[in-house]
């Protein structure tokens, strides 16, 4: 029986992850998850699955959570996330968690030496280069990714070594406005991005879907999950979804992970590597039904973010840190009506002209840089 922490268990990520435990209940156990603001969910979830740790957002929420829970522990907000990652009786971390937050909670679980699964793309791309450094430090320790994306690339590497590996192919749905041309962008309303036509998430990822900028946060992830130059990883449009990524080899042949649009899979194979096992929740792949799997590139001159991410990539150190952290506000105040939604670009990219970058020699500088990345496009950009 494992142990598994579910850090954002209200979320996209966090609910299929459930329903992965729930179909496997004689190998997995819930032992402790957390929700940012999803009251209502995250009880019917206690409810079901009865957690002996619980970590909500809100210290008020959190009180009232152990006035109708007494003998559940329960810890909330950023100290309270850290904590969960580092349970002692935990085998396995989900961080679910979108965006920079979940950092400290994976450094937590690192250091107890845990499997992390791993489902949020700002880990290796703000903190990467520290990451990598600390699993040194921690051999024990070991980064499962979850992201269907980066799960289909270290599949299709398996029994190989990176010295093997010529290429990392990474495929994009195209998202919301594929095939779109700048002037069709300029006024589109937050309902019209929040349309991505293959998957159901949460509405920064769907920007970032929309944007392409997600996959120029795969981009910088790739590198710092496989250690592949940023020379040797490129993005392909193919709207179909059913090709993950792909990897191709020295020798030129090219090995895919390929299967139905749904998270389910590299969460339960991130929960049972090495090892594969069927599970009632896992839907196959009918080939016969296929009718086609169509690539295209990234039309670069519109989704400006996948060029921005391997700039900032090949800067290093810090810069992928404020790509990230600048893209997030700006995300957040076109949900909000604040900006347009062609003024994310042109926010990642002059946050990244203004920072001078720094060497990453403890997770402060990486805090430090995410605060002055967000105060200065707040400053520039958060209109009344």
């Known amino acids: 029986m494992k142990n598994i922490t579910i850090l954002g268990s209200t979320g996209s990520i966090g609910t299929s992850a459930l329903k992965v435990i729930e179909a496997k209940k004689e190998e997995f156990n819930v032992l402790g998850i957390s929700g940012y603001s999803n009251f209502e969910l995250l009880k019917e979830q206690i409810e079901k699955f009865n957690p002996k740790y619980i970590c909500i957002g809100d210290e008020n929420k959190a009180k009232e959570l152990e006035s109708i829970y007494p003998e559940k522990i329960i810890y909330f907000g950023d100290e309270g996330l850290k904590t969960m990652g580092a349970l002692d009786e935990a085998d396995i971390v989900l961080t679910a968690i979108s965006g920079a937050v979940g950092i400290e909670a994976t450094v937590e679980a690192i250091k107890?030496?845990?499997?992390?699964?791993?489902?949020?793309?700002?880990?290796?791309?703000?903190?990467?280069?520290?990451?990598?450094?600390?699993?040194?430090?921690?051999?024990?320790?070991?980064?499962?990714?979850?992201?269907?994306?980066?799960?289909?690339?270290?599949?299709?590497?398996?029994?190989?070594?990176?010295d093997e590996v010529k290429t990392l192919i990474i495929t994009a749905s195209g998202g919301t406005f594929r095939g779109k041309k700048l002037e069709e962008l300029k006024d589109v309303t937050v309902e019209q991005a929040l349309k991505h036509p293959n998957w159901s998430m949460g509405r920064k990822i769907t920007i970032d879907s929309s944007t392409l900028v997600n996959k120029g946060l795969e981009v910088i992830e790739a590198h710092m999950l496989f250690n592949i130059d940023y020379d040797n990883i490129e993005v392909l449009v193919h709207p179909q979804s059913i090709i993950h990524s792909m990897v191709e080899f020295e020798d030129s042949s090219i090995i895919a992970q390929i299967g139905v649009p749904d998270m389910k899979l590299p969460i339960q194979y991130a929960f049972t590597y090495p090892k594969r096992e069927a599970s009632s929740e896992l839907e196959r792949l009918n080939l016969r039904k296929l009718k086609e799997l169509t690539f295209d590139e990234v039309d670069s001159e519109v989704f400006k973010g996948v060029d921005l991410a391997f700039k900032a990539g090949r800067t290093g150190k810090t810069m992928p840190c404020v790509f990230n952290s600048a893209n997030e506000v700006a995300v957040e105040l076109f949900l909000k009506g604040k900006i347009k939604f062609l003024e994310i670009y042109e926010i990642i990219e002059k946050a990244m002209q203004q920072h001078e970058v720094k060497e990453i020699d403890s997770l402060e500088v990486i805090k430090d840089v995410d605060k002055e990345t967000r105060k200065w496009v707040y400053s520039n950009y958060a209109r009344d």
């Open 112 to 162: 107890k030496e845990k499997r992390i699964a791993l489902a949020n793309k700002e880990t290796m791309v703000a903190a990467g280069e520290y990451i990598n450094k600390l699993l040194k430090d921690y051999p024990k320790a070991e980064i499962i990714p979850v992201d269907s994306e980066h799960s289909a690339l270290f599949q299709s590497m398996q029994g190989s070594s990176k």
